[in-house]
């Protein structure tokens, strides 16, 4: 069954353009900036690449990427918009690399999109060096776990709160916005932190990011719930 990716890729092509979404321009991109600055990564692996935007980032920064993804739009889309870099269609379950090929690995707002999250992080681990280090950007469970109430608002469209249920629950939701329907996948922070843990990884750095330099309503937004996590793991 089609987890709604390649259906929506134009849309989702459409809506990031070269840019990105407010999100990565003033969350995600000012994080990872601080995290990455100063280390000696020479290569790295983009999991779940997309329409290549974190490995032009990346390669912007003095890394070498190479980013796979499942989707053969968003692929063909990173190699046109990139030449000098490789980009590979395949799973983040089964990845296409020797043990030990990668000083840093990346997983940018992918594990909500992959079905078994377990294999794809013990892929991962295996194709990180020693030493080398997992950096995750993800939706807080707190975000996903209200996938299907969202903001509750008042009688003036005010926004109250947002509704978190079923929070222990890991769950499958179809999530729509801008022309774009794809399936994301909701666990408490417990099972990615297991997970971690399971595959001999030390955790190195762990933050909830503020946006930097956005608009203050979107700021508000953002204070009001963690929406991103982002963690630095070193493989031992």
Partial sequence: MSNGWE??????????????????QFVIDP???KLIKG?????ALDVGCGEGRMCRFLSQNGIK???????KSLIARARELDSKNQYIECFAEDLPFENNSFDMVLSCLSLIDIPDYQAAIKEMVRVLKPQGDLIIVNLTPM????????WQKDIMGNKKFYGIDNYMVESENWEEWCGIK???????LSSYMKCFLENGLSLK??????????????T?????????????WQKL
């Fill in 31 to 33: 994080a990872l900036s």
């Fill in 65 to 71: 990427p190479v980013g796979i993804d499942p989707t």
């Fill in 39 to 43: 280390q000696d990564y020479k290569n």
């Fill in 7 to 24: 259906e929506s890729a134009q849309a989702w092509i459409n809506s990031m353009g070269t840019s990105g979404d407010k999100g990565r």
């Fill in 205 to 218: 750095y762990f933050d909830e990011p503020l946006p930097i330099g956005a608009s203050d309503e979107y």
């Fill in 220 to 232: 508000s937004h953002i204070t009001r719930i963690p929406w991103f996590l982002i963690m630095k």
């Fill in 143 to 150: 975000n996903t776990s209200g996938a299907k109430h969202g």
């Fill in 182 to 188: 794809i399936k994301n996948y909701h666990r408490p």
